[in-house]
C-alpha cells in the first residue's frame, strides 16, 4: 500500500463521453474534498480513449460542469502540471515504455489466437462442466522465438499480462470495504495491449497512476472487480500499490439506480433546475459521508478542513431531491443580494423579463428584489415566476380564481377599497416609500370598518394579479407610481366596470 508520509495526490478521472454523471461528481468532491483537508494535490485527468464518443465538445462540458461546482484542479488540463499531458490520447509513449519494461521483467506475453478461436473455445468451454474460466493460455509458452519471427512477420497479437502461477490470494485493505481478498488462481492473463497498439482500460489506469504519483484511488465501487486485476498490474511493473477507496452507489428515492428515464442524472441538468453549486456540493457529499451525523449544512470551507476517509459509509445512498430542495433553499437564504441578482440573471433574462446590461447597470435595484422571495424560493428557476408582475409595466393579468375570492365575493366591497387605495397612491404627497404607503391604505380598516384581510387582498390583486405574491408594498415601492395606478384603473374597469 502507499506510504502515508507521502504527499496525498489524487484524481478524478472522467471519459468525456458526455455529460458530468451525479455519481461522478459525488466521486470528484470526495477527491477534492480529501486533498485539500490532507493539503494534497488534486488532478484532473481525461480518459479519452474512446475515438467515437470522446469529443473535445464532450470534453468541454466535463470542464464546465467542474468549474460550475468550484472544483478547482492542482493539475490537469487548462493548468498544467509537472506529472502531464493529463489527457490519455497524449500518453502512448508512456504506455509503450511500460509495455516494454513487463517485457523485460518476462511478465508479458504475445497472443496471436483470433477472435475467432478465442469464440470457440469459450462457447466449448461454457458446454463443459466447469464452464468458462478465462483465457486458456495457448500462447503463454510459445517459444520466444517463435513468437518474435511471426511479430516480425506482421501476424496480429494482443499482449498478454502473465499472472504468477503461484501468486497467494490478492489482498489490499480498502480505506471504506476494509480487509479485501480475491484469490489469484481466477484471474485472466488479462489484455494489456490490444492488436491495433491501444492500452486496454485497466493497464492504461495503473500507468497512469503510478507516473502522476496518485496516492489514493477514491472511485465508484463499480471498479471493486478491477482492482484485485490492477494490482497484478503494479506488482508486475515494481510499482507502489496506493490506497483505495471505492464509494458506494447513488440510489433513487425508489431504491433503484439512478437512471436517465426516471431521474436527473447529470450536473447541468441541476444547474438549469436552478440550484446553487454550493448547495449541490454539499448535498452529493452527504450522499455516503458525514461530518458527525447530524450536522446537514455543511459550508465547502469546512468540507475542505473536515472531510476524511474514515466517515465514509459501505450503505448505498439515496438521492432525495425534496432534501435537495430544501437545502437550496437555506443556500439561497444566506448567500446575500448581490450574488443571488449574478446567480438568478440567466433565469431572468431567459424569461425575458429583463436583460444582462439592465442587470449590470441597475444590480443595486435588481438585489432590492432578494428580500421580496430570499424565504420563499426552493430553486433560482422561482424567482421569473414569482416575480413578473414587477416587470409588467401598467399591465396586470388577473387570475380569475383571485379575482372570484377576493373581489367579486359577496360583502367584500372590493370596488369601494380599490377606489379609496387609487386615491392614496395617486397622490404625490405621499413618498413612493413601503411604509408611508403601507400606513395610509392601513387606515382604510377603520376608516371603512373592514378586517385588514379585505383592505389589503384587493390591493394585492389588482396590483400583482394573483391573492399569493411577495410582501406587497416592499414590492410596490420597486414599481413606478403611474403603473401601480394603471393597474388599478384596469381592474377597477375590467372587473367592475368602473
Not at 478524478?12 to 451525479?22: D, R
Not at 489527457?87 to 506475453?109: I, P
Not at 465508484?220 to 464509494?247: M, W
Not at 438568478?344 to 444590480?363: K, R, Y
Request: aromatic content about 8%; some cysteine.
Amino acid at each position: 500500500m502507499s506510504d502515508q508520509s507521502k504527499p496525498v495526490r489524487v484524481r478524478f478521472a472522467p471519459s468525456p463521453t458526455g455529460e458530468l454523471h451525479i455519481g461522478g461528481a459525488r466521486t470528484a468532491i470526495y477527491n477534492w474534498a480529501f486533498a485539500k483537508a490532507m493539503g494534497g494535490s488534486f488532478i484532473l485527468r481525461i480518459e479519452d480513449t474512446d475515438p467515437e464518443r470522446s469529443t473535445e465538445e464532450n470534453k468541454q462540458v466535463i470542464l464546465r460542469a467542474m468549474k460550475w461546482l468550484g472544483l478547482t484542479w492542482d493539475e490537469g488540463p487548462e493548468v498544467g502540471g509537472n506529472f502531464g499531458p493529463y489527457l490519455q490520447t497524449q500518453r502512448f509513449d508512456t504506455y509503450t515504455e511500460a509495455l516494454e519494461c513487463l517485457k523485460k521483467r518476462d511478465a508479458v506475453y504475445p497472443c496471436f489466437c483470433t477472435k475467432e478461436e478465442l469464440d470457440a473455445k469459450r462457447a466449448a468451454a461454457e458446454k463443459s462442466e466447469g464452464g468458462y474460466s478465462g483465457y486458456d493460455r495457448t500462447c503463454r509458452n510459445l517459444d520466444k522465438e517463435e513468437a518474435k519471427r511471426r511479430i516480425e512477420a506482421g501476424e496480429p497479437h494482443v499482449w498478454r499480462l502473465k499472472v504468477p502461477e503461484n501468486h497467494g490470494p490478492i489482498e489490499f485493505k480498502d480505506a471504506v470495504y476494509g480487509d479485501m481478498s480475491f484469490p489469484a488462481e481466477v484471474m485472466d492473463d488479462m489484455i494489456l495491449i490490444r492488436t491495433d497498439g491501444t492500452p486496454t482500460y485497466n493497464f492504461a489506469v495503473v500507468c497512469d497512476d503510478a507516473n502522476m504519483q496518485i496516492t489514493h484511488v477514491i472511485r465508484g465501487d463499480d471498479h471493486l472487480s478491477n482492482t484485485p486485476r490492477q494490482i497484478l498490474i503494479y506488482e508486475a511493473l515494481g510499482y507502489e500499490v496506493p490506497t483505495f477507496a471505492h464509494l458506494s452507489m447513488i440510489l433513487g428515492a425508489d431504491g433503484r439506480k439512478l437512471s436517465k428515464r426516471r431521474n436527473a442524472t447529470s450536473v447541468e441538468q441541476y444547474q438549469a433546475m436552478g440550484f446553487l453549486p454550493d448547495a449541490l456540493v454539499n448535498f452529493l457529499a452527504l450522499l455516503g459521508w458525514s461530518l458527525d451525523g447530524e450536522t446537514t449544512i455543511i459550508p465547502r470551507e469546512v468540507l475542505c478542513k473536515e472531510f476524511s476517509l474514515d466517515r465514509i459509509t459501505r450503505k448505498d445512498a439515496i438521492f432525495d431531491e425534496t432534501k435537495l430542495d430544501w437545502m437550496n433553499g437555506e443556500y439561497i437564504k444566506s448567500m446575500g443580494a448581490s450574488a443571488w441578482v449574478d446567480a438568478v440573471a440567466p433565469f431572468m433574462v431567459e424569461a425575458g423579463l429583463t436583460s444582462t446590461e439592465d442587470i449590470q447597470t441597475n444590480h443595486a435595484w435588481f438585489e432590492k428584489l432578494y428580500p421580496l422571495v430570499a424565504e420563499r424560493m426552493k430553486r433560482l428557476t422561482e424567482a421569473p415566476e414569482k416575480l413578473s408582475f414587477i416587470f409588467d409595466g401598467p399591465n396586470v393579468t388577473l387570475d380569475e380564481r383571485s379575482v372570484q375570492k377576493n373581489l367579486l365575493k359577496e360583502g367584500c366591497r372590493a370596488d369601494e377599497v380599490l377606489r379609496e387605495v387609487r386615491a392614496i397612491l395617486a397622490d404625490e404627497s405621499i413618498p413612493w416609500e413601503c411604509d408611508p404607503l403601507q400606513d395610509t391604505c392601513r387606515e382604510l380598516v377603520d376608516k371603512l370598518g373592514l378586517k385588514a384581510k379585505l383592505v389589503f387582498q384587493p390591493i394585492r390583486v389588482a396590483v400583482t394579479g394573483s391573492q399569493v405574491s411577495p410582501p406587497l408594498f416592499e414590492s410596490i415601492e420597486l414599481m413606478e407610481r403611474k403603473d401601480v395606478v394603471a393597474r388599478l384603473d384596469y381592474t377597477l374597469s375590467e372587473v367592475f366596470g368602473a
